[in-house]
């Protein structure tokens, strides 16, 4: 079964931290990039951040230097620490997995900052 399940989201001061997880299968975990989306109300989903399967990262400049991500190859786990939290930073989150033109979507978790 292929499945991408996010959890960690909540709700969160201002300057707080989360720290997001999304278990993945791993016949999309292994080979493929795996990523960070989010998607605030009435605006597009946007890319956050994402790590390559020997570890390069790449974040979007609104999350550059708060947000890490990071992932485990051997629980086919992959998380994102999120600090300095903004409430600009809030939306659903969503977990991505990558390879070619497949591409697979969790289910999102929300993340409220409240300021």
């Known amino acids: 079964q292929v499945q991408l399940v996010e959890s960690g989201g909540g709700l969160v001061q201002t300057g707080g931290s989360l720290r997001l997880s999304c278990a993945a299968s791993?016949?999309?975990?292994?080979?493929?990039?795996m990523g960070w989306y989010r998607q605030a109300p009435g605006k597009q989903r946007d890319w956050v951040a994402s790590?390559?399967?020997?570890?390069?990262?790449d974040y979007a400049d609104s999350v550059k230097g708060r947000f890490t991500i990071s992932r485990e190859n051997g629980e086919n786990m992959v998380y994102l620490q999120m600090n300095s939290l903004k409430p600009e930073d809030t939306a659903v989150y969503y977990c991505?997995?990558?390879?070619?033109?497949?591409?697979?979507w969790g289910q999102g978790t929300q993340v409220t900052v409240s300021s």
């Open positions: 791993r016949i999309i975990f292994s080979y493929n990039t």
């Open positions: 790590i390559t399967t020997i570890g390069y990262t």
């Open positions: 991505n997995s990558r390879r070619g033109t497949q591409e697979y």
